[in-house]
């Protein structure tokens, strides 16, 4: 036997301990990974079902193949850029679970998939022998009706008889045959697509379970919506949809109450990240009575969260969460938060319309949202909800016969019901309206009313109305008064340091007067009566106190910039009431910053609160063709001067610019200056963020001018502009994105795009509570916890705890959808100050955790069997523990136990997941 140096020993051992290193290494920090169950399935128009689908290359083709395949654990991928006309996917009793959820989506490059409820009618039109007029038949029908047609995504206007087509935004359907006009006889109408009676909705949901569906465009339908999920369904997650092109609605959640044996519900449902678009035509108001909600939760659904859509061009409401049905469990725990919610072109809509029977629709949050540029009041009943940070702007009163004129920020104003159950009042009491910014109301800012027919225990009663701001409030019939509380309101309503401010008095008003509670009832009214700030804290001194008279001072109220600044009243930055202990964990600001204990700020924004900063200032942007800009780039130096442009690709060509941010940020502005000097107006401005370079997921258009869809982004419900030396500002809810996109394409002088300066403003990305109400699984069986969970209602008593088992035991909650994570806070119980042993914190993307990344590991022994952890045990206390770490994408949260130096028993009380 060869003998072995001590040198070459040493050697041996160093090397040994170099490989344990980095086994240790690897198993503290690298992801885990592991096999997923499940198969991936591909789906293409120029693939064929003969194909297994197993890859990109050999993909299958059909619809009504996919459905077959769409099992537990199972994903069906859909190619960008293919579109499936005639379409509808009727998901009907499927059903995954909550490891092995089913999951739709896309693949390759480009736009997402189409999925469309709708007829293409791209070729055999046509010519009207002797007009400009053309025609062919839907699907070779010689009697079908259809509700809506759009060219190259633009929407028409249905006029009577074919005859009557004689501009190009008409159209007409007789015998089967759609009628179009092009003002030429020579060139046929292309891309048409059409709406027909006799369509299903593209989605069909019911008794279905544990399904995702992202980055699909799902269009068109059936009358009532696109997408329809049926009482009895849970667990379904929308994220990252473009849901547009409807006749009536978007999504409907909900029982319709229909068959009074069925009273099950719909449950734990997640819509995120989406563009919601009924996609409409000015002169489409002119023809019938607008209708649809872009999402309507309706009569029995329990736990909803509905964040950072943007929504808008609906016929009633861009959200309506409603119950008029006594014998259904109501609509409750929904989270309405950092949604961008406006009219478009439609000539109706509410921002909001929450409304319910008593204690039907109940315990919903509507937070952090904005609303802005619509026709009709944010209707706010309901009991025990809260309302809190949100921007409400831009109430313009409906000019559309027919239809309610109420152009007001909220309102609680019950009413009868009639549809559901006949003499059945709403309700509106023991809610919160607290912290929110309502401005340019074309009358009030709130309005609080009630019926002599109402029941008293149905009546207006209890609510608060404290830390708002009401801003430029327009003459109503009541006077010019931002608060208005009608006499037939015999409920206590709490007013509370509300601030009133209206710069410009109108013919009529007088003097300094803002509110009217409860004081006169005749007619005409006298204006005289109205209240100011002093006098309505003396009449109703009980309830109402601390409100005051302010110019607030805002940023730049032009462009909706609401911050208050150094400038601003210390009433304004430190005036307002605490609520804390009435409101939920998650009361914090527009922009996420949470509410100060103690002297914080009036309205919807925190002082100091977010400092806005010009993000792109000195960054080079790309451009899609050809531009003479080099470093220093001229688009983002600064210089505004009209000379100091840039001017991008060939003459007529559509271009953009794009700035690349270097990380993830919150935007909240944009300003934006082309070649002005001659007051020109360019077409096709498109402004865009993104999560990614391509812009293929996680897009979110701020701006669109384009009428015809000449861009291919999208029907543009914004108008052209003249340009001037102020550039444009832009200012929307914070969107977290990486990259800006900037379009362009000609101006009213000539052909060319010429850039001069491009800012975008935002702030490093505010991590948010994003656990609250979500659903939460354990490894044990037996567990008793029901919905919604102890572990995510935001009671942090040790008392108020699950017992989750025995032995190395986890619980995983299910945040619905995709989130950037950097910080968690969990509770066990703590009353004794024990410490728990094997307390492990996971992240995945995979609800199976087939991969998964540890970001807090206390098990020193690897007894837990997830890895051996370096993070020390520490003692538990009423103040929780926090953990923070680098952003990480996840969807679950696994959190670990094995006991404690106490007993054997695992009990967790309280877990809050942020972030972005």
Not at 57 to 81: D, E, H, V
Request: hydrophobic share 35%; with cysteine; net charge negative.
């Amino acid at each position: 036997m060869n003998d072995v140096s001590k040198g070459s020993l040493s050697k041996l051992f160093l090397f040994a301990a170099l490989i344990i290193s980095s086994v240790l290494i690897s198993i503290l920090i690298t992801p885990n990974v592991t096999f997923a169950t499940g198969t991936t399935y591909y789906f293409s128009t120029s693939g064929s079902d003969s194909n297994n689908g197993l890859s990109a290359g050999a993909p299958k083709q059909n619809i009504s193949t996919a459905l077959t395949l769409m099992t537990a654990g199972n994903t069906i991928l859909f190619k960008r850029g293919d579109a499936w006309y005639n379409a509808s996917l009727n998901l009907t009793n499927k059903a995954g679970t909550s490891a092995d959820p089913i999951t739709i989506g896309a693949y390759g490059t480009g736009p997402k998939p189409v999925i469309a409820g709708m007829y293409k009618l791209d070729t055999g039109w046509t010519n009207v022998p002797g007009t400009n007029r053309w025609q062919k038949s839907i699907n070779g029908s010689t009697s079908l009706d259809a509700y809506r047609v759009f060219v190259n995504g633009v929407p028409k206007q249905k006029v009577t008889s074919a005859n009557d087509v004689d501009q190009l935004h008409e159209w007409a359907v007789a015998g089967g045959i759609v009628y179009l006009y092009t003002g030429s006889s020579t060139v046929a109408p292309t891309n048409v697509e059409v709406i027909a009676y006799n369509l299903l909705s593209v989605v069909v949901m019911e008794n279905t379970e544990h399904v995702t569906m992202k980055d699909i465009d799902f269009r068109g339908g059936s009358y009532g919506r696109v997408i329809w999920v049926k009482a009895p369904s849970s667990h379904l997650t929308f994220d990252n949809l473009i849901v547009q092109r409807a006749v009536q609605g978007g999504i409907q959640i909900g029982n319709l109450g229909t068959n009074p044996d069925d009273t099950s519900n719909v449950s734990h449902i997640t819509i995120t990240n989406s563009l919601i678009d009924k996609v409409w035509l000015p002169q489409e108001n002119d023809t019938v009575v607008t209708t649809g909600d872009g999402l309507f939760i309706h009569h029995a659904v329990d736990g909803v969260v509905i964040r950072g859509n943007k929504i808008l061009n609906w016929g009633h409401s861009g959200i309506s969460l409603t119950n008029y049905k006594n014998n259904l469990s109501g609509v409750k725990h929904v989270i309405v938060e950092q949604n961008d919610i406006s009219a478009g072109t439609s000539g109706y809509m509410h921002g909001l319309d929450m409304d319910g029977y008593s204690g039907k629709t109940t315990n919903n949050i509507i937070r952090r949202n904005y609303i802005h540029d619509y026709t009709t009041t944010n209707h706010v009943l309901g009991s025990s909800n809260k309302i809190y940070g949100n921007i409400i702007t831009g109430a313009t009163g409906t000019v559309l016969p027919n239809h309610s004129f109420q152009p007001w920020g909220l309102d609680m104003y019950p009413w009868q019901a009639i549809s559901g159950d006949n003499n059945t009042w709403m309700e509106a009491k023991d809610s919160w309206i607290i912290n929110n910014t309502i401005a340019e109301t074309d009358q009030y800012a709130i309005y609080l009313g009630d019926n002599p027919g109402s029941p008293s225990a149905n009546k207006v009663e209890n609510n608060v109305i404290a830390n708002n701001i009401m801003y430029e409030y327009g003459l109503s019939p009541q006077g010019q008064v931002g608060l208005n509380v009608h006499p037939q309101v015999t409920g206590t309503a709490f007013v509370r340091n509300n601030n009133f401010w209206d710069p410009v008095v109108q013919t009529g008003d007088t003097n300094g007067k803002v509110a009217r509670y409860k004081n006169y009832l005749g007619s005409p009214p006298d204006f005289s009566l109205n209240y100011d700030a002093a006098q309505l804290n003396s009449v109703c001194s009980s309830s109402c106190s601390g409100n005051v008279q302010i110019n607030p001072l805002f940023v730049d109220p032009a462009n909706r910039d609401y911050r208050l600044q150094s400038s601003s009243s210390a009433t304004m930055k430190t005036g307002a009431l605490s609520y804390h202990s009435d409101m939920d964990r998650g009361y914090s600001d527009f922009f996420g910053t949470p509410f100060a204990m103690s002297g914080g700020s009036i309205g919807a924004i925190q002082y100091p609160g977010v400092s806005r900063t010009n993000l792109s200032a000195g960054i080079a942007p790309t451009f899609s063709s050809s531009a003479s800009d080099p470093p220093p780039s001229k688009l983002t130096n600064g210089n505004t001067a009209s000379t100091d442009y840039v001017t991008v690709g060939n003459p007529d060509q559509l271009v953009y610019a794009q700035i690349d941010l270097g990380a993830l940020k919150d935007i909240s502005q944009v300003k934006m200056w082309h070649f002005y000097t001659d007051g020109r107006k360019y077409k096709d401005v498109v402004v865009q963020l993104s999560r990614t370079s391509d812009f293929s997921s996680y897009v979110t258009t701020v701006f669109n001018n384009d009428k015809d869809n000449s861009s291919g982004q999208g029907y543009g419900s914004d108008d052209e502009y003249a340009e001037s030396a102020n550039g444009k500002t832009l200012t929307f809810a914070p969107v977290t994105a990486r990259y800006a996109r900037f379009w362009l394409k000609g101006n009213s002088v000539n052909t060319n795009s010429n850039f001069v300066e491009l800012q975008v403003f935002g702030t490093e990305p505010i991590a948010k509570l994003v656990s609250q109400y979500r659903d939460i699984t354990y490894s044990a069986a037996g567990v008793n916890d029901a919905f919604p969970s102890k572990l995510s209602n935001g009671n942090l008593s040790s008392s108020d705890l699950v017992d989750v088992g025995t032995g190395a035991v986890h619980a995983v909650m299910d945040l619905g959808s995709t989130v950037t994570l950097n910080q968690i806070t969990m509770w066990h119980y703590f009353n004794d100050s024990r410490q728990y042993h094997d307390v492990i914190v996971q992240i995945s993307n995979d609800a199976d955790f087939s991969s998964y990344t540890n970001v807090f590991n206390n098990d020193t022994n690897n007894s837990a069997g997830q890895g051996i952890g370096t993070d020390a045990e520490y003692t538990e206390t009423s103040a929780g523990k926090t953990i923070t770490f680098s952003p990480i994408s996840g969807r679950y949260v696994r959190f670990w136990l094995n006991g404690n130096n106490v007993n054997t028993s695992n009990y967790m009380v309280e877990l809050e997941v942020y972030g972005y």
